[in-house]
């Protein structure tokens, strides 16, 4: 970021993320140009060698009040600049641990935004030799097909005869479970010699899915067993060399898609769709007849197999959400397959949140039945780490919180010190935006009445905002699914969770449908910018 005096450059973002320069601003295109030459002089001066070849892309529009051509120019560009880049500014609160926030981060800074950073959770690898690294180890024992003691390395040959592995399928509910199976194979893969010299990440979790795809084909005839993940998730699988044959995704990228695939009512639902298009020549009654003839006949493939569920174990005060059990059971009742759940890593608060967890509300299921996934955190402390970032949350200064998961808002909730202690930061920060709003009002009235020679406008003066109007520059909630939005809500007591995008296979949902409703919010008249 840099700053002049004369041209008042308000923010700049370095990207590397798209192969070609952006379209520069017309107004900005000369002096940035200038700017990026110096900057390669002195990198090629100072002899600094970069990863990648700088792009500047400009995400805010200039104000030069040395420059009558710009001066005239500065409300065309800024509404420009706010139909382009709606986050423009913004100041968005994450609250995904480190290992996430890193990608939802850089998309946020793609689309202007500033984000900053309050890791709700903190993911962490099982104790060494503790019973839930014992019984990961034996579960993916079974799944290789190796002896108990014995590493992957000595792998039988294909032609020697083996024992098909219990495992039908690995349902995965996280890109963190995946990376931790990934890991805790290649460990049980390495021989004594290997394992004194430490390895890179990206190494283990390779030799992880090298060894995932040897157990796989040890036949010849098909996969032993499949891989799922949900949207995006796959891709470090992909990444770690897994063959694209042994992974599935559903269609919905949540627990109840993943049910839904492994019963196959996705493919139900398609077969459905084509027959509708094609035409069905049959009489209604008989369509009827034959479709719920084969919906009940029709039996998932992993009906009575085994599947194995890497899942967290939530530690530290949290209290597990829903979803894992609702998954398990959904595995159990839709799919009738036989649920084996394993902890592949530990989700905990961060280490210096001090609230204590409560008894929340209760959310109720679909079965009516009292829910106990949300808890109210009561606590008087906020934690040292995130004092800065929540002090500009009770300032009014942050735009928008993003959260990523339910365990994320019992995080945060005990970092702030208690839920009501996050709720009162919250309309603490609500309030000073609409103080700021009405003297923004109040300074465009006194501008206008001067222009006029002191005449008003009826109406004018009065000033008032409806609720309406209020809430529109209020800080704006976010979750990365329906899901995740349920259980935030019931976490901060049930405050609305007001965005939610449709696509949640991956962040570049929630980024979509923040920047949705910022331009929605722009185009309001009672709106203000985003915080600067």
Not at 164 to 177: E, K, N, Q
Not at 369 to 385: C, D, H, K, L
Not at 441 to 453: A, F, L
Request: charged fraction near 25%; aromatic fraction near 4%.
């Amino acid at each position: 970021i840099f700053f002049r005096r004369k041209t008042k450059l308000r923010a700049m973002t370095v990207a590397s993320s798209s192969p070609r320069p952006p379209a520069l601003h017309s107004l900005a295109a000369p002096r940035i140009q200038r700017l990026t030459s110096s900057l390669q002089q002195g990198h090629r001066r100072l002899a600094i060698r970069s990863t990648a070849a700088p792009i500047v892309q400009l995400v805010c529009p200039l104000d030069d009040d040395d420059d009558d051509e710009e001066s005239s120019s500065t409300s065309t560009s800024s509404s420009s600049a706010s139909n382009n880049l709606p986050l423009c500014g913004a100041r968005v609160l994450i609250t995904a641990p480190r290992s996430y926030a890193a990608s939802l981060g850089s998309r946020l800074l793609a689309a202007g935004a500033r984000p900053l950073s309050v890791p709700g959770v903190r993911t962490l690898r099982l104790r060494r030799g503790g019973e839930e690294e014992r019984e990961l180890d034996e579960a993916l024992r079974d799944l290789l097909g190796i002896r108990s003691g014995s590493t992957l390395s000595s792998f039988p040959s294909p032609s020697a005869p083996s024992r098909p592995p219990p495992f039908a399928a690995v349902a995965f509910t996280s890109r963190a479970g995946i990376e931790a199976v990934l890991e805790r194979i290649a460990a049980l893969s390495s021989s004594s010699e290997v394992s004194r010299f430490p390895r890179r990440r990206e190494e283990v979790l390779a030799a992880g899915g090298a060894a995932i795809a040897s157990a796989a084909f040890s036949s010849p005839s098909s996969p032993s067993f499949t891989l799922w993940a949900l949207g995006a998730d796959a891709d470090a699988l992909a990444s770690a060399g897994v063959p694209a044959a042994l992974v599935r995704t559903p269609q919905e990228a949540s627990t109840t898609g993943l049910v839904a695939a492994m019963a196959g009512e996705e493919e139900e639902e398609e077969e459905e769709e084509e027959e509708e298009e094609e035409g069905a020549t049959s009489s209604t009654s008989t369509s009827s007849t034959s479709t719920s003839t084969s919906k009940s006949s029709s039996i998932s493939f992993y009906a009575g197999k085994r599947v194995l569920c890497p899942v967290p174990a939530v530690v530290g005060g949290l209290a597990e959400p829903p979803v894992v059990p609702r998954f398990l059971q959904g595995l159990r009742k839709r799919v009738g397959a036989v649920p084996v759940r394993v902890a592949a890593y530990s989700t905990a608060p961060p280490a210096d949140a001090s609230g204590r967890r409560g008894r929340g509300r209760g959310r109720r299921d679909n079965d009516g039945r009292g829910s106990e996934s949300a808890t109210a955190v009561e606590s008087s402390s906020v934690a040292p780490s995130a004092a800065a970032e929540l002090s500009l949350l009770s300032s009014g200064d942050i735009d928008a919180v993003v959260f990523s998961s339910t365990a994320e808002a019992q995080g945060l909730a005990m970092v702030a010190g208690g839920a009501e202690a996050l709720l009162g930061m919250l309309e603490s920060g609500n309030e000073a935006r609409r103080r700021r709003r009405e003297e923004e009002e109040k300074t465009k009235r006194r501008s206008s009445k001067k222009r006029r020679g002191g005449r008003s406008v009826g109406g004018e003066e009065a000033g008032e905002e409806g609720e309406g109007e209020e809430e529109e520059n209020d800080i704006v909630l976010a979750a990365h699914g329906p899901y995740t939005a349920a259980g935030a809500s019931d976490v901060l007591l049930g405050l609305p969770i007001t965005v939610v995008p449709e696509d949640f296979s991956s962040f570049a949902g929630v980024v979509k449908a923040l920047e949705e409703e910022f331009r929605r919010r722009s185009s309001s008249p009672s709106s203000s910018s985003p915080s600067r």
